[in-house]
C-alpha cells in the first residue's frame, strides 16, 4: 500500500503517553486471542454509551510529546493521519453529491486507556468508533497485536512485527463507516430497533451494522484507488486475511470448537469478505444496504 506523501489530517489527537486516564495494568497482550479478535472493531458503541455514560466524564485531550515517541509511533501517527485523510477525501464528495455535508470525526491515538464519550476507552477493547463525541478511538499498538496474537498477515512495506498497511486501513475505514452510519441516522435507527428486540434479533442487526460498515470501508478503498492509486499487489488479499480471521465463526471456533450462530455479532467470516468486496467493485454507497439484502 502506498502512502506516504499525500496529506495528512489534522482532525487527530495524539494523546498517547500521555493524557486521559491511566490503563490500571490492563493490556491488550495479557488477554486471549479470542476476546482481542473479538472486540477487533469495538464493542458496540450504542451500548457502551449507554452503560457508561452516567458514570464517566470527557477529560481535556493532552497531545503527545513527540520527542517521547518511539519511531514506529512516530510513523503509525503519520500512517493514521494519512488514511484518515483519505476517508475524510472519499466522503466529503459522497455527501456533496447526496445534497448533504460530510462532518469529519476526530481521531484519538491513545496508549493504554483514555476517556472517551463512551466511557473509558481501553487497549483491550480494540479500535472503536463513539457516536456520542464522534470519535474514532484507537490505541496504535493493536496494529502489532493484529499480527502476533490474531495471526493477520503483514507485508513487504511494513513493520515485520505488524499487519499490513491494507489491513491497518480497513481497521480505521470501517470504524469511519460508523461514523457515516452515525452521520445518516441509521446507528440511532439501529439502537432503537434493538431496544426492542430479542437477544437474538438484536445481534441480528448488530451483525447488519457492522457488515455495513465493512462494506463502506470497501467504498472508502474505491474511490480512493481511483484518486491516488494506491493499492500494491497483494492488498486486497491482506485485507481479505484480516476480515477471514475476524469473523464470528473463525473466532468461535478457534476458541472453544464450537459455534453458535445466534450469538454472533460482527458476521462471519464469508459475510465480512463479501461486503467489503461489495463495496470495493461497486464503489456505491446504495450498494451497502445491509437491512434490505439478505446477509
Not at 454472533?264 to 459475510?271: D, E, L, N, R, V
Amino acid at each position: 500500500m502506498l502512502w506516504k506523501g499525500r496529506r495528512e489530517s489534522g482532525n487527530v489527537e495524539d494523546q498517547r503517553g500521555g493524557g486521559g486516564v491511566k490503563a490500571g495494568g490492563i493490556s491488550i497482550l495479557g488477554l486471549v486471542v479470542a476476546f482481542v479478535a473479538w472486540k477487533f472493531f469495538g464493542a458496540d458503541p450504542q451500548q457502551t454509551y449507554q452503560a457508561t455514560k452516567q458514570l464517566t466524564t470527557q477529560s481535556q485531550p493532552q497531545q503527545a510529546n513527540p520527542e517521547s515517541l518511539t519511531a514506529e509511533q512516530k510513523e503509525d501517527g503519520a500512517f493514521v493521519k494519512t488514511v484518515l485523510a483519505d476517508t475524510e477525501d472519499t466522503w466529503t464528495p459522497i455527501f456533496q453529491q447526496n445534497n448533504m455535508q460530510y462532518k469529519a470525526p476526530r481521531l484519538v491515538m491513545f496508549t493504554g486507556a483514555v476517556r472517551s464519550g463512551c466511557g473509558t476507552a481501553e487497549s483491550a477493547m480494540g479500535p472503536f468508533y463513539c457516536p456520542a463525541d464522534q470519535k474514532v478511538y484507537i490505541d496504535t499498538n493493536f496494529f502489532r497485536d493484529m499480527r502476533q496474537q490474531m495471526g493477520i498477515s503483514g507485508d513487504a512495506n511494513s513493520s515485520s512485527k505488524q499487519a499490513g498497511d491494507f489491513a491497518k486501513a480497513y481497521v480505521i475505514a470501517h470504524e469511519v463507516g460508523h461514523h457515516v452510519q452515525n452521520l445518516l441516522g441509521i446507528s440511532s435507527q439501529v439502537q432503537q430497533a434493538r431496544q426492542q428486540s430479542s437477544k437474538v434479533q438484536g445481534n441480528q442487526l448488530s451483525v447488519r451494522q457492522e457488515l455495513q460498515a465493512d462494506c463502506l470501508a470497501g467504498v472508502w478503498a474505491n474511490h480512493t484507488q481511483e484518486r491516488t492509486n494506491f493499492l500494491q499487489q497483494g492488498d486486497i488479499e491482506v485485507a481479505m486475511d484480516a476480515a477471514q480471521k475476524i469473523g464470528d465463526d473463525y473466532l468461535q471456533r478457534r476458541a472453544t470448537g464450537q459455534v453458535v450462530p445466534d450469538s454472533f455479532t460482527h458476521g462471519t467470516s464469508a459475510q465480512r469478505m463479501q461486503w467489503f468486496q461489495t463495496g470495493f467493485k461497486s464503489g456505491d454507497i446504495n450498494q451497502c444496504d445491509t437491512f434490505k439484502s439478505s446477509i
